[in-house]
C-alpha cells in the first residue's frame, strides 16, 4: 500500500507540468484509453457496466457511478483503479500491467484541466488525430527570438520555454561541418574541406557548405539508403535457395531521382505506377521495382498461387507502412483491433495489387521483367563458341528428345511438381513448338538421357557461366484482364470470402471516381498527394526528422495509429507537413530547412540537467549522438584511408569477407572478392543476399530486406569492435590509412598524429590523446617496422567509437 500512495504522490507532482504542455483528450488522452481499456470497456462489452470509448461514456461512469470528476484528478475513480488506491475496485487495467506512469500523468492532467473532449464524438469512430489533415498552425513567440534561425526553432523553443529548459549551444564548427556532411552524404569532410570552412569567417559559410553537400552526388546515395530500407531493398529472391536477382537498376534510378531532387509526389507515384503513366519511359517502369523488391520462393513442390498471394499482401503491407504510416497488414484476418481498419478496407487494397505480372513463382509470365540490351555483351570469341555449343545440342534434341515428352505427360502431379518450372510448362505441347530451353529442360529431366547429352549439356553450361548475364530488372505490369479479388477468411487465400473491388481506407478521404472503370494503381498513388490527405506528408517529414534527432516527433514512425505514440511537438509536425507541400515536395527544401535550423546546429554534448526532466532528449534541448549506419561505418574508413572509389551506381560489389558465410544458407553459394576499385565502393553497392548478409553489414543492424524497415536499430555489441579491429576489409583499410599517413602527413609524429585525427574524425587531437598516440608508437616501434607501427595506430583510431558516430 505504501509503495501504491507513493507512486500516486509522485504522479501529482507531475501532473502540474504535464497540464502547462495542455493535454488534448483526442490526441493524448484516447489513445491510452484505446489501448489499455477498449477491450474491456468498449463497443463489446461493458464490464462493471462501464464503457471508455467516448469521454461522455466516461464522465457517465458504471455500476460504481461516474468515472470522472472533472477538475479534480484526485477524485476521479478512474485515476483510483488505475492508481491501485480505490477502497473496493482492484487496479486496472485487471490482471495484466499497470499504465505507466506517464500515462496516468497525462490522464490526470486532463481531468484536471476539466476533462474537455468533443461534443461530437461517436464510439468507435472518434477522429484520432492523425486522420484529420494538418493545417498551418500559428507561428509561437519565444522569450529569445536571437536563438531562433528558422521556423522549427520557434516551436521548439517555445516548448523548451514552457519547460524552463534553456537549449543548448551551438556545436563547435568542426563537429559541425563533419555532422552535416555525414548526415546530408555518409561521408565525413575531407582534411581541405574542414579547413576551408574553418578558415571562412563569413555569416554565410555554413548554409554554403550545406549546399555545397546538397548538391554533391553522394547525397542521393545517402539518403537512396534509407529509402531502399524502406522497399526491402536486396540483390537476392529470399526464402531457402535466396537465388540472385538483378535489382540494381531500381537502386541507381532511387538514388539519381534524390540526386535531381524529384518532387516526392512524383517521386512515389513512379514507384507504385509508373508503369500505368502516359507513354511511361524506360526510367519510369523502372521505378515500378519499388513493388517488385517482395521474396521470391524458387522451392520445389511449392503452390505457385499461395507465394503469389503472399508478394500481394507484402505489397498492401508495405504501402500502409511507407506512406501512411498504418499497421494496415494487421485487417488482412480479421478488423484492425484498434484502428478504424475493417478487413474489407484490407482487401480493397488488396485489389489494387492483385492484377498484376509476378514471373518468379512457378510459371513465368512475360512482362514483369525489364530487360536492358547491349548494355552486358560477352566477348566475340566467347559468344561463337555459345552459339556452336547450343546449335550442336539443339540439332541432337530435335532427333533425340520426343522420348521424353512421352514420358514426361505420363507423371502424375507430384512427379510434375518435381520438375522446374521450364520443364514443365513444356509438357502436352507439340514437339515442334517448343523451344531450345524447354526440351533441353525436359531432356535433362530424363531418365532414359544419354551420356553424349549429358557431357555436351555439362560443357555449355560451363560456357554459359562464363556469359555475362544481361542486364534485367523487374518492374511492375497489369495483366490483360484483371484478377478477381475477394476477402479471404481469417486471411486464408483457400478460404474465398465475398468479392471486393478497389478502394481506399473509409477513415481516409474518398478515392477520386474514375467513370467507367475500376482505379487503379495510379490512381491510388495520386490518392496520396490529394490536398485532404492527413498522413503521406505527415509521415515523409517524420522519417526524415527522424534521421536527423534519432527519434521522430512521432516516435512511432511506423504506427500512426491509435496505438502509436502521439507526436512530442503536434503543430512543428503539422507545420513541417504543410511546408513541404508548399515547397512543391521538395525533399531537399525539407533537409535545408532541418539543418540550418538551430535545433539541429546545437551541441550533442551531455547535459547533467536533463537526466531527469528529459532523458531521452524528446524536447531537443540539444542535439542526438547517432552511432553511423553500417554502410556508412565503412564508408567512412574508405574515406579516411584514401582508397574510396566515388563512381555512382552500377552493378553490385563483392568486398572481401570472412570465409565460410556463404555456407550458412540452404544453397552453398561462391564469394569471390572483388578487385580494383570495385573493392572499394560505398556500402551502398555491396551485393545483398537475405539469407547470408555481408557480417560487417549485419552487425552494424544494416536491414535484412524481408520486410519494409522505416527505422534502423542501433546496438552496441563486442562483435562490432572485433570487425573493426580484425575483419580484413578494415585491415586493408588500416593499412591504406598507415600509408596515407606517412605520405602526406609530415615528416615527424606530431604532424602525423595531427593528421592521422583529421582523417578520421575531421578534428585535432587534444595534447592528451596526442600523447597517448606517442605512447603506443613508443611501445611499438622497437619490434615492428615504422608501416606495422603506424598500421596499429590506424587500427585504433578506425576504432573508436568518434569515428563511427555521428555527434
Not at 536571437?146 to 534553456?166: G, Q
Not at 478496407?345 to 525489364?370: C, E, I, R, W
Not at 547450343?390 to 510434375?416: E, F, M, Q, S
Not at 495520386?526 to 521522430?552: C, D, K, M, S
Request: glycine share 6%; hydrophobic share 40%; with cysteine.
Amino acid at each position: 500500500m505504501h509503495s501504491r500512495w507513493l507512486t500516486a504522490l509522485l504522479l501529482l507532482a507531475g501532473t502540474a507540468s504535464l497540464a502547462s504542455a495542455q493535454v488534448d483528450y483526442v490526441r493524448d488522452v484516447k489513445p491510452i484509453l484505446a489501448k489499455h481499456c477498449y477491450r474491456c470497456h468498449g463497443a463489446s462489452q461493458q464490464k462493471g457496466g462501464l464503457r471508455a470509448d467516448t469521454a461522455a461514456f466516461l464522465k457517465e461512469g458504471g455500476d460504481t457511478g461516474a468515472s470522472l470528476a472533472p477538475g479534480d484528478s484526485r477524485a476521479s475513480v478512474l485515476v483510483q483503479v488505475l492508481l491501485g488506491t480505490h477502497d473496493d475496485i482492484s487496479q486496472m487495467p485487471y490482471k495484466k500491467p499497470a499504465l505507466a506512469d506517464a500515462e496516468i500523468a497525462t490522464i490526470r492532467a486532463w481531468i484536471d484541466a476539466g476533462a474537455a473532449a468533443p461534443s461530437n464524438e461517436v464510439p468507435d469512430k472518434a477522429v484520432h488525430w492523425s486522420f484529420v489533415a494538418p493545417e498551418r498552425p500559428t507561428i509561437p513567440g519565444v522569450a529569445r527570438p536571437d536563438r531562433s534561425r528558422n521556423t522549427i526553432d520557434r516551436f521548439i523553443l517555445a516548448r523548451l520555454d514552457k519547460e524552463k529548459i534553456a537549449p543548448a549551444p551551438e556545436a563547435d564548427r568542426a563537429t559541425l561541418l563533419r555532422r552535416v556532411s555525414l548526415d546530408l552524404t555518409g561521408l565525413p569532410p575531407t582534411p581541405a574541406e574542414s579547413a576551408a570552412f574553418l578558415a571562412d569567417r563569413a555569416p554565410d559559410a555554413y548554409e554554403r557548405a550545406v549546399d555545397r553537400l546538397l548538391a554533391s552526388p553522394h547525397y542521393g546515395e545517402r539518403w537512396a539508403r534509407l529509402w531502399l530500407d524502406v522497399a526491402r531493398y536486396a540483390d537476392s529472391n529470399g526464402y531457402s535457395i535466396d537465388a540472385p536477382r538483378q535489382m540494381w537498376k531500381y537502386r541507381d534510378w532511387v538514388v539519381a531521382a534524390l540526386n535531381r531532387d524529384q518532387p516526392y509526389d512524383q517521386f512515389v507515384v513512379e514507384q507504385l505506377a509508373g508503369d500505368l503513366l502516359p507513354a511511361a519511359t524506360r526510367d519510369q517502369k523502372v521505378a515500378t521495382g519499388f513493388n517488385r523488391n517482395t521474396q521470391i520462393n524458387q522451392e520445389g513442390g511449392i503452390d505457385p498461387e499461395q507465394f503469389r498471394v503472399e508478394s500481394v499482401m507484402d505489397r498492401v503491407s508495405t504501402f500502409g507502412t511507407a506512406f501512411l504510416g498504418l499497421t494496415v497488414g494487421c485487417a488482412q484476418c480479421h478488423d484492425h483491433k484498434f484502428d478504424p481498419i475493417p478487413q474489407r478496407d484490407y482487401y480493397q487494397l488488396y485489389a489494387f495489387f492483385n492484377s498484376t505480372v509476378d514471373d518468379g513463382h512457378g510459371k513465368a509470365t512475360p512482362g514483369g521483367t525489364l530487360e536492358f540490351p547491349g548494355e552486358a555483351q560477352a566477348p566475340e570469341a566467347l559468344r561463337r563458341e555459345l552459339a556452336e555449343a547450343r546449335g550442336d545440342l539443339d540439332r541432337y534434341l530435335d532427333t533425340h528428345a520426343r522420348a521424353a515428352i512421352v514420358w514426361a505427360a505420363a507423371l502424375d502431379g507430384p512427379a510434375r511438381l518435381k520438375l522446374g518450372a521450364t520443364a514443365r510448362d513444356a509438357i502436352g505441347r507439340p514437339f515442334d513448338e517448343l523451344t531450345f530451353a524447354e526440351k533441353r529442360a525436359l531432356y535433362a529431366a530424363y531418365p532414359g538421357a544419354t551420356p553424349e547429352f549429358r557431357a555436351n549439356n555439362t560443357a555449355l553450361a560451363a560456357l554459359e557461366r562464363r556469359e555475362p548475364r544481361p542486364v534485367t530488372t523487374l518492374v511492375m505490369s497489369e495483366l490483360p484482364q484483371p484478377r478477381e479479388s475477394v476477402i479471404f477468411i481469417k486471411g486464408d487465400f483457400t478460404r474465398r470470402g465475398e468479392p471486393v473491388s478497389p478502394g481506399t481506407p473509409e477513415i481516409l478521404p474518398p478515392l477520386a471516381p474514375t467513370p467507367g472503370r475500376a482505379p487503379n494503381r495510379l490512381d491510388l498513388a495520386r490518392w496520396l498527394f490529394e490536398p485532404a490527405h492527413p498522413l503521406t506528408a505527415r509521415v515523409i517529414v517524420n522519417r526524415v526528422w527522424q534521421q536527423y534527432f534519432g527519434r521522430g516527433l512521432v516516435e512511432t514512425e511506423n504506427d500512426f495509429g491509435t496505438q502509436g505514440l502521439p507526436p512530442s511537438h503536434p503543430e512543428l509536425l503539422d507545420w513541417l507537413a504543410v511546408e513541404l507541400v508548399a515547397q512543391k515536395w521538395s525533399l531537399k527544401a525539407m533537409h535545408r530547412l532541418i539543418v540550418t535550423s538551430s535545433t539541429y546546429r546545437q551541441s550533442s554534448d551531455a547535459r547533467p540537467d536533463l537526466e531527469i526532466v528529459d532523458p531521452l532528449n524528446k524536447l531537443l534541448a540539444r542535439q542526438s549522438r547517432l552511432r553511423l549506419d553500417a554502410e556508412i561505418v565503412r564508408d567512412v574508413a574508405l574515406s579516411a584511408s584514401g582508397l574510396l572509389a566515388p563512381q555512382i551506381g552500377g552493378p553490385p560489389v563483392f568486398p572481401p569477407q570472412p570465409d565460410g558465410v556463404m555456407t550458412l544458407g540452404q544453397v552453398k553459394r561462391d564469394w569471390t572478392a572483388s578487385t580494383g576499385a570495385d573493392r572499394y565502393r560505398r556500402g551502398l553497392y555491396t551485393h545483398f543476399w537475405r539469407a547470408t548478409p555481408h557480417p560487417a553489414l549485419a552487425v552494424f543492424d544494416a536491414a535484412d530486406g524481408f520486410s519494409a524497415c522505416t527505422r534502423r536499430l542501433r546496438s552496441n555489441t563486442p562483435l562490432q569492435a572485433l570487425t573493426l579491429l580484425n575483419d580484413q576489409q578494415f585491415f586493408e583499410f588500416a593499412q591504406a590509412l598507415a600509408a596515407r599517413i606517412e605520405r602526406e602527413g609530415g615528416a615527424d609524429d606530431a604532424s602525423r598524429i595531427d593528421y592521422a585525427f583529421r582523417l578520421s574524425v575531421a578534428r585535432s587531437p587534444t595534447p592528451d590523446e596526442s600523447r597517448r598516440v606517442r605512447e603506443l608508437l613508443a611501445q611499438i616501434q622497437p619490434s615492428a617496422s615504422v608501416r606495422e607501427a603506424w598500421t596499429t595506430v590506424a587500427r585504433v583510431l578506425l576504432n573508436l567509437d568518434e569515428t563511427i558516430t555521428r555527434d
